[in-house]
């Protein structure tokens, strides 16, 4: 039985800890935020989603940022390399933790709250 209540245990411990960590159709990108080569996008809100604009060349980064199927998902533009890749975005407090996928091939990279 001691061992039925170890397994237990941690199987709780797991489920918690994705919940407590688990996206919400409520989070709010909104706000501007610096990426790891200095820039600044300002992400506002758009229809149900949101949109991601360069401030300096005012680009479009982000486009048609929506929760769907229990994540935040979007197109991520670099205009500088004309690359356009599918990804996810996990907001974790101050950052955004952007999953870029193209083919086989992903990135991860984060955005800090400015």
Known sequence: ??????????????????LA???KA???????????????????????????????RKWVILKDLQFVNGKWVSEMTNPIKNRTANCELVLENNRIKIIARKGIFSKTIYWTKL
């Open 21 to 23: 960590y688990s996206q």
């Open 26 to 56: 409520t989070d709010d990108f909104c706000g501007k935020w610096k990426t790891e080569e200095g820039g600044t996008i300002e992400i506002t809100k758009k229809d149900e989603g949101f949109i991601g604009i360069g401030v300096l």
């Open 1 to 18: 039985m001691n061992h039925f209540k170890s397994v237990l245990l941690f199987a709780f411990l797991i489920l918690g800890s994705n």
